[in-house]
C-alpha cells in the first residue's frame, strides 16, 4: 500500500464547477499536511497547508480527517487556470525526517 | 531572480558518467532538499540537509550523493548514471517547523542513455 494515494483523475469538469479531491494516508503519526499544485513540467508549488481545524483560501477549502487518516482539498466556481495536477504531501518526523508526496490528481477544467 | 535556481536544466548523459547537479538558494533557508519525479510515482526525496552539517539520506539515496557546500549551495551527484536515473529532478528549500513550505528550484530533466 502506497503511504499516500491519491486518485490520479482525470478529473475533466466545466468552468464553475466544484470539485473535490481526497488523500489518504497510511501512517497515523504523520504530522503535517499540504496541497500543492503542480503545472505540466514546472515545479510544485504551496496551495495550502492543511490544519486540523480546517482552513480556507478564497476558493479552496482543504479538511484534515485524522480519525480516517484523509484530507480533502475543495475547488469552488472553477476556472479556466485551476487545471494543474493536485499534490497531497505528508510529513512525519519518527526515526528521521520523512516528505511523502502523493503521485497527484490532474484536473482539467473547461469552457 | 528565482529563489531557487537548479543548473543544467536539461543533461543528456551516458551510462557510467558522473554527473552533478547543483541548486543554490536565496531564501536563506538553512534546510535544503533533492527530489526526484518520475511519471505515476511523485516526488521522491533523496538526500535532505537541515543546516551546513547536517546530511541524511531520505527514501532512494542509492547511486546518489550529495553536498552541501554552504547554507544556499546542496549539489547532488549520480556518480555512475544508469538510465533508471532518468527523471526529473528538483531541489528545495525551507525553514524550520512543522508547517514549513518547500519552495522548488524549476528541476532539471536528465537523461542517461
Known amino acids: 500500500r502506497k503511504e499516500v494515494e491519491q486518485d490520479p483523475g482525470p478529473f475533466n469538469v466545466p468552468e464553475g464547477a466544484t470539485v473535490a479531491f481526497n488523500c489518504t494516508y497510511s501512517?497515523?503519526?504523520?504530522?503535517?499536511f499540504f496541497w500543492y499544485r503542480q503545472d505540466c513540467r514546472k515545479e510544485p508549488k504551496l496551495l495550502m497547508s492543511?490544519?486540523?481545524s480546517g482552513n480556507e483560501d478564497g476558493r479552496f477549502t482543504a479538511q484534515l480527517n485524522r480519525a480516517s487518516q484523509y484530507i480533502s482539498l475543495l475547488i469552488r466556481d472553477s476556472k479556466l487556470s485551476d487545471s494543474a495536477t493536485y499534490l497531497c504531501?505528508?510529513?512525519?518526523?519518527?526515526?528521521?525526517?520523512?516528505?511523502?508526496f502523493g503521485a497527484g490528481t490532474r484536473l482539467f477544467v473547461k469552457a | 531572480d528565482a529563489d531557487v535556481t537548479q543548473t543544467p536544466r536539461n543533461r543528456i548523459t551516458k551510462t557510467g558518467k558522473r554527473i552533478m547537479l547543483e541548486c543554490s538558494q536565496t531564501?536563506?533557508?538553512?534546510?535544503m532538499y533533492w527530489y526526484r519525479q518520475d511519471p505515476g510515482l511523485g516526488l521522491r526525496l533523496i538526500y535532505y540537509?537541515?543546516?551546513?552539517?547536517?546530511?541524511n539520506k531520505g527514501e532512494i539515496s542509492d547511486g546518489y550523493s550529495v553536498s552541501r557546500q554552504a547554507q544556499a549551495k546542496f549539489s547532488l551527484s549520480l556518480e555512475s548514471a544508469i538510465p533508471n536515473q532518468t527523471a526529473l529532478y528538483f531541489c528545495?528549500?525551507?525553514?524550520?517547523?512543522?508547517?514549513?513550505?518547500?519552495?522548488f528550484g524549476p528541476g532539471t530533466r536528465l537523461t542517461v542513455l
Open positions: 528545495a528549500t525551507s525553514a524550520g517547523g512543522a508547517y514549513n513550505e518547500q519552495f
Open positions: 501512517n497515523s503519526a504523520s504530522q503535517s
Open positions: 492543511v490544519y486540523s
Open positions: 504531501v505528508v510529513t512525519l518526523n519518527t526515526g528521521g525526517f520523512k516528505t511523502i
Open positions: 531564501k536563506g533557508h538553512d534546510r
Open positions: 540537509s537541515f543546516d551546513v552539517k547536517d546530511i
